[in-house]
């Protein structure tokens, strides 16, 4: 059955160190979101893509922070320098235009040192 | 068993018995409220929405309820089952197709 797939599933890093975040969506949907999950914050919106356009990074730091679409195939979230502040589940999910089912993956759990 | 208040963090019931889980939202503009289950070391998982003009909706042992008036959304899952164990999540969403805003989420515990 088709599934939203993330990778790493599990990432431990060095502070300062650079993170990419990959995610591909499921075939036909047209709308891809990350959330950022934490115990302190819960889940949050980054970013998200409407036919690979970015509509909404607001949640983002943008200065860390970047999100992409690469093609309809992929949509990737760097952070560039990482800090242990971003140790958290980061999920995408995916869905369609006027759904109101998202989608998510089993995200990626990121732990900054 | 039932939560009491608007939210608890924890909701401890025994298999078979009936759970709500309650939800206090915010904006009155959001056009869906959904709820979501997320097991342990999963992404989370639609369970059902319900349309802002809509009072009630039901699923498969599921009912979602509306009042609109005191902002109040709640998750009546009937005749709980261990499999139902996770944290579920209520979220708005302000427009079809558009990003959720998650609220706080109830940990649901169910003993055999």
């Known amino acids: 059955d088709a599934r939203v797939t993330q990778t790493p599933r599990d990432k431990v890093t060095e502070m300062g160190q650079e993170v990419t975040m990959r995610c591909q969506p499921i075939l036909g949907h047209n709308t891809v979101f990350w959330y950022r999950q934490t115990m302190m914050q819960g889940l949050e919106l980054l970013a998200y893509?409407?036919?690979?356009?970015?509509?909404?990074d607001s949640g983002m730091p943008k200065d860390r922070f970047s999100a992409e679409m690469p093609d309809a195939t992929l949509a990737t979230l760097k952070i560039q320098p990482s800090e242990p502040r971003d140790s958290a589940v980061y999920f995408c999910?995916?869905?369609?235009?006027?759904?109101?089912?998202?989608?998510f993956g089993p995200g990626t759990r990121l732990t900054v040192l | 068993g039932e939560s009491v208040g608007l939210h608890l963090p924890t909701l401890s019931v025994q298999e078979g018995d009936n759970s709500i889980i309650n939800c206090a939202y915010s904006n009155s503009a959001s056009d869906y409220f959904i709820w979501y289950k997320q097991e342990s070391g999963k992404g989370p998982q639609f369970i059902i929405d319900?349309?802002?003009?809509?009072d009630k909706r039901q699923g498969q042992r599921v009912t979602v309820l509306l009042n609109k008036t005191v902002k109040h959304l709640s998750l009546q899952i009937a005749a709980t089952q261990p499999g139902d164990s996770a944290v579920y999540f209520c979220a708005e969403n302000p427009q079809a197709g558009t990003a959720l805003i998650f609220g706080k989420g109830t940990t649901l515990s169910v003993s055999s």
């Open positions: 893509f409407r036919n690979r356009a970015p509509l909404d």
């Open positions: 319900i349309r802002s003009n809509m």
């Open positions: 999910a995916s869905g369609f235009l006027f759904g109101n089912e998202q989608f």
